[in-house]
């Protein structure tokens, strides 16, 4: 049956190792260091898969649903905004300089 979840499935499980064969473990053992062990569950037609360590992403208090976090994402976006108004401006300024040359 080759449907595009068993072919996905496939080049995962099959292909990406047998080419990316340090690649592959390494990462393999990054996420799960970070992530903990896997546990699958099958509701319906719905997969569901958890990880041991993602009670402490999804913390209310220091997770990344919490407010502090949130802001500090804000903060951190606005702060990359106000960058880019500067080189939007000199872009745009360039472009002005480029359209009116003869």
């Not at 996420?31 to 037609?45: E, F, I, L, M, P």
């Not at 990880?51 to 502090?68: E, I, R």
């Amino acid at each position: 049956d080759l449907t595009p979840d068993v072919i996905c499935h496939r080049a995962v499980s099959l292909f990406c190792p047998s080419i990316f064969t340090l690649q592959s473990s390494l990462f393999q053992e990054e996420r799960t260091d970070a992530c903990g062990k896997k546990s699958r569950s099958v509701q319906g037609n719905d997969v569901k898969v958890t990880y041991q360590a993602s009670s402490v992403y999804g913390d209310p208090v220091f997770g990344l649903t919490s407010a502090m976090f949130q802001g500090f994402l804000f903060l951190i976006v606005f702060l990359w905004g106000l960058a880019s108004v500067a080189e939007f401006r000199s872009i745009s300024v360039w472009w002005n300089v480029m359209l009116a040359l003869p």
